[in-house]
Antibody
Framework: QVQLVESGGGVVQPGGSLRLSCAAS????????MHWVRQAPGKGLEWVAF????????YYADSVKGRFTISRDSFKNVLYLQMNSLRAEDTAVYYC??????????????WGQGTLVTVSS | DIQMTQSPSSLSASVGDRVTITCRAS??????LNWYHQKPGKAPKVLIY???SLQSGVPSRFSGSGSGTDFTLTISSLQPEDFATYYC?????????FGQGTKVEIK
């Protein structure tokens, strides 16, 4: 049973930092690119960041570019999201998801349960 | 960025109803269109990928169609466990974008 388990969420003041983790198990972590997706309270899904399977390619949503950094440790099977200069609008549940990608198909396959980040003074 | 527009934003339906949700992309995305559903407090789950491929374990009452810019998700006979929010998503180009969601409620 594939498991992705996020952690590291919490309450942080505007301008603060937080690091999220996503631990993968029963899953060939090093074979997949990984995404972070967030969902503000009562809102829809917003893609945040992507890292490819070897960590050499990264993409970010414009809303987080320059403030968030995605990384991975394929020895520990953990995905990270370092979030700096946090703003109230970053308040959301953050999900990690793996990217199924082949010559025909591209979709977000397994998702974690999410971790809540609240940016408030 | 490719904008994804779903309609309707919400709908009320009864168990056994046939339900159709549409998704339009602001430019052609070939068939790189996926459908997810999400229940309150839970993570999204993929139902349909690449416009019409049914994810393993997903009931056959779900189907998808379309290509280019216009896509459809159909639930042939709505079941109680299908009341949820449905999202389309394009994976044709970065940034990956989602539709705003369609909430399916009980009539």
């Amino acid at each position: 049973q594939v498991q992705l388990v996020e952690s590291g969420g919490g309450v942080v003041q505007p301008g603060g930092s937080l690091r999220l983790s996503c631990a993968a198990s029963e899953f060939t972590f090093s074979s997949f690119g990984m995404h972070w997706v967030r969902q503000a309270p009562g809102k829809g899904l917003e893609w945040v960041a992507f890292i490819n399977l070897d960590g050499n390619n990264k993409y970010y949503a414009d809303s987080v570019k320059g403030r968030f950094t995605i990384s991975r440790d394929s020895f520990k099977n953990v995905l990270y999201l370092q979030m700096n200069s946090l703003r109230a609008e970053d308040t959301a549940v953050y999900y990690c998801a793996n990217y199924y990608y082949d010559s025909t198909h591209r979709y977000f396959d397994y998702w974690g349960q999410g971790t809540l980040v609240t940016v408030s003074s | 960025d490719i904008q994804m527009t779903q309609s309707p934003s919400s709908l009320s339906a009864s168990v056994g109803d046939r339900v159709t949700i549409t998704c339009r992309a602001s430019q052609s995305i070939n068939s790189y269109l996926n459908w997810y559903h999400q229940k309150p407090g839970k993570a999204p789950k993929v139902l349909i990928y690449t416009a019409s491929s049914l994810q393993s374990g997903v009931p056959s009452r779900f189907s998808g169609s379309g290509s280019g810019t216009d896509f459809t998700l159909t639930i042939s006979s709505l079941q109680p466990e299908d009341f949820a929010t449905y999202y389309c998503q394009q994976t044709y180009s970065v940034p990956w974008t989602f539709g705003q969601g369609t909430k399916v409620e009980i009539k």
